[in-house]
């Protein structure tokens, strides 16, 4: 393996290259993704679905100028799709195509047993390589450039197949009984999800790096949507940030998370709506509440805000009017 040179400078460094790629995130992510880098540990990121995880493992490939690969985990993923398959039918039309050739191998031979030793001798040319059709978890190991490898959603896998995945997450290596153990030449980097559909093993959250993205402050939210939909006014932004923090902090099946969050505010400068009062409005909640039952709280925590808005306003402009005259308007 390779003593490869840091990967980022530093914590900030980190912020403001994920951030190049539009990735806005705070100091603890930087602070963890730094050190996964450094220290050279497997990344495990876990959080509600749609905070931005497996972004994440996007936004640093892209900030680092590397292979991107992808292994999407689901229940019966076993090793045949993950690390390796045998083309099968490859070796026979070999086997068909060179079957003069394996009539001279065996020529003079006298017996079945003779005959099997001579092509044993063989087996170099039907198990290597040029048979191996690489998975995910292969094509990382064997890359001779820097790569990050996402392993996505690995709650949603088997326990056999975590069990699988140690030998790869603690040596950087498989072992492939026809062809022996293959070692990284170039340690990836590598970048596991979790959206906690069941809790992972001690074993693998012990050569990993925890990282945790929680929903996101309102004012990190409000920057989040200042770079990735700049059309929208900051007050417009700051108006659905407020409504989805509360909505966040109600009894509903799917919280909505800075993806939904994203998806609402670009349909509402899609239909060009510059005040969450226009009736349209309505329309556009389904975007971030995936239920009835949410859609309906959804429209409440809607109708309770604008109430609220209303509210200030009249006080403001009562305020106003009421106001003791200034000096200046006496004079007039």
């Known amino acids: 393996m390779s003593s490869d040179t840091p990967l980022y400078a530093s914590i900030d460094d980190v912020r403001a290259r994920l951030a190049e790629q539009r990735y806005i995130c705070d100091r603890n992510i930087a602070t963890v993704v730094y050190l996964a880098t450094e220290l050279r540990k497997p990344l495990l990121v876990e959080g509600p679905a749609g905070?931005?995880?497996?972004?994440?493992?996007?936004?640093?490939?892209?900030?680092?100028?590397?292979?991107?690969?992808?292994?999407?985990?689901?229940?019966?993923?076993?090793e045949a799709k993950a690390l390796?398959?045998?083309?099968?039918?490859?070796?026979?039309?070999?086997?068909?195509?060179?079957?003069?050739?394996?009539?001279?191998?065996?020529?003079?031979?006298?017996?079945?047993?003779?005959?099997?030793?001579?092509?044993?001798?063989?087996?170099?040319?039907?198990?290597?390589n040029r048979f191996v059709l690489p998975r995910p978890l292969l094509q990382a190991i064997r890359a001779d450039r820097q790569t990050v490898l996402l392993i996505d959603e690995i709650d949603k896998s088997d326990n056999e197949f975590e069990a699988f995945l140690l030998e790869i997450l603690s040596d950087f290596q498989v072992t492939i009984p026809e062809l022996g153990t293959i070692a990284a030449e170039r340690i990836p980097i590598v970048v596991l999800t979790s959206n906690n559909a069941?809790?992972?093993?001690?074993?693998?959250?012990?050569?990993?790096?925890?990282?945790?993205?929680?929903?996101?402050?309102?004012?990190?939210?409000?920057?989040?949507?200042?770079?990735?939909?700049?059309?929208?006014?900051?007050?417009?932004?700051?108006?659905?940030?407020?409504?989805?923090?509360?909505?966040?902090?109600?009894?509903?099946k799917k919280a909505p998370s800075i993806s939904e969050t994203l998806d609402w505010t670009r349909a509402l400068a899609l239909m060009n709506v510059s005040d969450l009062g226009d009736e349209v409005v309505k329309d556009t909640l389904s975007t971030i509440a995936k239920y009835e039952g949410d859609l309906r709280k959804a429209e409440k925590e809607l109708e309770s805000f604008l109430g609220k808005k209303r509210a200030a306003q009249a006080a403001g402009e009562q305020a106003e009017q009421e106001a003791p005259e200034t000096d200046k308007d006496l004079l007039h």
């Open 51 to 78: 905070v931005g995880k497996t972004e994440l493992a996007k936004v640093m490939a892209a900030s680092l100028g590397s292979d991107f690969i992808r292994l999407q985990c689901y229940e019966g993923l076993d």
């Open 84 to 128: 390796y398959e045998w083309e099968y039918a490859k070796q026979l039309l070999y086997t068909q195509i060179l079957k003069d050739k394996i009539g001279e191998v065996t020529a003079g031979t006298k017996t079945l047993s003779e005959a099997v030793d001579r092509l044993t001798e063989q087996d170099d040319v039907f198990f290597s």
């Open 198 to 252: 069941r809790e992972m093993s001690d074993a693998l959250k012990r050569r990993c790096l925890h990282l945790y993205i929680d929903f996101p402050s309102q004012e990190l939210e409000e920057e989040i949507l200042s770079v990735r939909v700049p059309e929208v006014a900051a007050e417009m932004a700051k108006e659905v940030t407020t409504v989805v923090q509360k909505l966040r902090t109600l009894d509903l």
